[in-house]
């Protein structure tokens, strides 16, 4: 189903700080988080637990 541009909530793609390697896809709300999401994941690549941020 395509989202409408209005939409509070968007779709965002999450990538490992030390490798670089986009692992995760998550949604946030546009309203409630207006700043880039960062969370602590697990890589695959790394084989460790590593801060992920937002990335277009």
């Known amino acids: 189903m395509a989202k409408k541009k209005g939409d509070k909530r968007i779709r965002v793609t999450l990538a490992c700080?030390?490798?670089?390697?986009r692992n995760y896809h998550s949604?946030?709300?546009?309203?409630?988080t207006p700043n880039k999401l960062e969370l602590k994941k697990y890589c695959r690549f790394c084989r460790k637990v590593t801060v992920h941020k937002e990335t277009k």
């Open 27 to 32: 949604s946030r709300n546009r309203l409630n």
């Open 17 to 21: 700080e030390e490798c670089k390697q």
